[in-house]
């Protein structure tokens, strides 16, 4: 829901903006937290931005 009032603020004043969310469920499933999981995930997200960037720029 947060990403929805973003995404309108956004487009009001022309703004790019990307949102990317991260579900965890290990809390509902019991499973232990895996901070090596964790680690890839905000290195998946980095890239994408950068990426998104360069994209961008040209």
């Known amino acids: 829901m ?7 603020v956004a487009k009001d004043f022309n703004i790019p903006v990307i949102g990317i969310r991260i579900i965890s469920n290990n809390e509902v499933l019991k499973e232990e937290y895996n901070r090596e999981l964790a680690t890839d995930c905000q290195k998946f997200v980095e890239k994408v931005i950068k990426k998104q960037i ?5």
């Open 2 to 8: 947060e990403t929805a009032s973003v995404y309108s």
């Open 54 to 58: 360069e994209m961008l720029k040209k």
